[in-house]
């Protein structure tokens, strides 16, 4: 049997925790789920564990990268074979959740991507999320040579070598975004883009809230730059798919 782990990072979310669980637990009903509760400071962990899911509480705010790395670290250590992340806010679909995992049981990818931009929906983001989401979809499709559309989505789905690959060194502590996927291009993972929808920002916060989506795409730039630089470097020191 597919042991199945659900992954929901998630900062200041007991308004919309609770919903977000119980709709996967509607539309996947083999997977397991954790929330990792970023150092919230409302009471997201106790709605979480109220709603059956079990917790990780990191002591303070670290990122959503980090975040979602603590719950790959827990799925590889607890033998989990597929992974799916999605964010605790509600912007992203449950019913999904079936369309993500296919490619990955099928063995057609290691890791899928949901793209909002596959699909005919009414999301739209702030001007410079937007401006963002373009360049490093162009960068990515250049860069990995298939067409790339939506390299800023937060859900996914994972099998054992896209999970060991995450789990590692080089996986992003803020903005897990292009570069990752240019990352997994570099190794020889397969990675699948599928239409799913996505909704705006329930709760009106946005980690690229402020001035981040500047800080956003210089990072992203300076990352894509030295994964590209640091080429031989990066696939030597890179623990393959199944050596770990």
């Known amino acids: 049997m597919n042991r199945i782990l659900t992954i929901i990072p998630a900062y200041n979310e007991e308004e919309n925790i609770s919903k977000v669980i119980a709709e996967i637990?509607?539309?996947?009903?083999q997977t397991d789920i954790i929330v990792i509760n970023d150092g919230s400071e409302d009471k997201t962990g106790d709605v979480a564990t109220s709603a059956g899911a079990v917790v990780i509480d990191l002591p303070y705010n670290m990122g959503y990268g980090a975040a979602l790395q603590t719950g790959f670290k827990y799925a590889l250590r607890n033998n989990y074979q597929y992974v799916v992340q999605i964010d605790g806010d509600g912007q992203h679909e449950p019913a999904d959740i079936p369309r993500l995992?296919?490619?990955v049981f099928s063995g057609e990818a290691d890791v899928v991507v949901g793209s909002r931009f596959l699909v005919a929906n009414k999301y739209k983001a702030p001007f410079f999320r937007k401006v963002g989401m373009k360049?490093?979809?162009f960068l990515a499709s250049i860069i990995t040579r298939r067409k790339i559309t939506d390299p800023t989505s937060g859900y996914q789905a994972?099998?054992?070598n896209g999970l060991e690959f995450y789990a590692g060194e080089y996986y992003p502590a803020d903005f897990p975004d292009a570069d990752v996927i240019i990352m997994l291009h570099?190794?020889?993972l397969k990675v699948k883009e599928v239409p799913v929808v996505m909704y705006q920002h329930l709760s009106n916060k946005s980690m690229h809230a402020g001035l981040?989506?500047?800080y956003y795409i210089f990072k992203m730039f300076l990352s894509i730059f030295l994964t590209l630089l640091r080429k031989d470097t990066f696939e030597k020191k890179v623990v393959m798919p199944g050596q770990l």
């Not at 637990?25 to 009903?29: E, G, I, L, T, V």
């Open 25 to 29: 637990k509607n539309y996947c009903r």
């Open 212 to 214: 981040k989506p500047v």
């Open 186 to 188: 570099r190794v020889g």
């Open 101 to 103: 995992l296919g490619p």
């Open 158 to 160: 994972l099998n054992i």
């Open 135 to 137: 360049i490093f979809s």
